[in-house]
T-cell receptor, first 113, second 116 residues
Framework: RKEVEQDPGPFNVPEGATVAFNCTYS??????FFWYRQDCRKEPKLLMS???SGNEDGRFTAQLNRASQYISLLIRDSKLSDSATYLC??????????????FGTGTRLQVTL | EAQVTQNPRYLITVTGKKLTVTCSQN?????MSWYRQDPGLGLRQIYY???????DKGDVPEGYKVSRKEKRNFPLILESPSPNQTSLYFC???????????????FGPGTRLTVT
C-alpha cells in the first residue's frame, strides 16, 4: 500500500460545480497534512494546511479524519483557474523523521465551460 | 523577492558526464530538499538537509550526491548520469518550526533533465 494515496483523476467538472478529493495515508503517526497545487509542469505551491478541526479558505475547505486516516479537499463554485493537479502531502510518517514530507501522486482537476 | 532559484532550467546531457544542478534560496531557511517528479510516481525525495553540513538520504538517493556548505545553497550532483535519471527535478526550502519541523515548502521552478 502506498504511504499516501490519491485518485489520479482526471476530474472533469463544469464551471460552478462543487468537487471533492480524498487522500488516504497509511501511517497513523503522521503529524501534519497539506494540500499543494501544481500547474502543468510548474512547481508545487502550498494551497492550505489541514487542521484537525477542519479549515476553510474562501471556496476551499480541508478536513482531516484521523480515525479513518484520510484528508479531503472540497472546492465550491469551481473556476476555470482551478484547473490543476492537487497534491496531498503528509509530514512525519512515524519513523522518527519528522522532517520528511511524503507527496501523493496528485489528483488532476479540469474545470470546463 | 523571496525565492528559490535553480540552474539550469533545462539540460540535455549524455550518459556518464558529471553534472551539477544548483539551488539557492534567499529566505534564510534551515531546511532544503531535492525531489524528482516522474509520471505516475509523483514527487519523490532524493536528499534533504536540516542545516549547514547536515544532509540525509530521502527515498531515492542512489546516483545522487548533495552538499550543504552554506545555508543558502544546496547543489545536486550526478557523478555519472544514466538515462533513468531523466526527470523533472525540484529543489525546495522551508523554515524549521516547532516539533513537527516542516510546514510550507517553497519550491524552485524545476530543472528538466534529459540523459541520453
Amino acid at each position: 500500500r502506498k504511504e499516501v494515496e490519491q485518485d489520479p483523476g482526471p476530474f472533469n467538472v463544469p464551471e460552478g460545480a462543487t468537487v471533492a478529493f480524498n487522500c488516504t495515508y497509511s501511517n497513523s503517526a503522521s503529524q501534519s497534512f497539506f494540500w499543494y497545487r501544481q500547474d502543468c509542469r510548474k512547481e508545487p505551491k502550498l494551497l492550505m494546511s489541514v487542521y484537525s478541526s477542519g479549515n476553510e479558505d474562501g471556496r476551499f475547505t480541508a478536513q482531516l479524519n484521523r480515525a479513518s486516516q484520510y484528508i479531503s479537499l472540497l472546492i465550491r463554485d469551481s473556476k476555470l483557474s482551478d484547473s490543476a493537479t492537487y497534491l496531498c502531502v503528509v509530514n512525519g510518517l512515524g519513523d522518527g523523521t519528522a522532517s520528511k514530507l511524503t507527496f501523493g501522486t496528485g489528483t488532476r482537476l479540469q474545470v470546463t465551460l | 523577492e523571496a525565492q528559490v532559484t535553480q540552474n539550469p532550467r533545462y539540460l540535455i546531457t549524455v550518459t556518464g558526464k558529471k553534472l551539477t544542478v544548483t539551488c539557492s534560496q534567499n529566505m534564510n531557511h534551515e531546511y532544503m530538499s531535492w525531489y524528482r517528479q516522474d509520471p505516475g510516481l509523483g514527487l519523490r525525495q532524493i536528499y534533504y538537509s536540516m542545516n549547514v553540513e547536515v544532509t540525509d538520504k530521502g527515498d531515492v538517493p542512489e546516483g545522487y550526491k548533495v552538499s550543504r556548505k552554506e545555508k543558502r545553497n544546496f547543489p545536486l550532483i550526478l557523478e555519472s548520469p544514466s538515462p533513468n535519471q531523466t526527470s523533472l527535478y525540484f529543489c525546495a526550502s522551508s523554515p524549521l518550526e516547532g516539533l513537527d519541523g516542516i510546514y510550507e515548502q517553497y519550491f524552485g521552478p524545476g530543472t528538466r533533465l534529459t540523459v541520453t
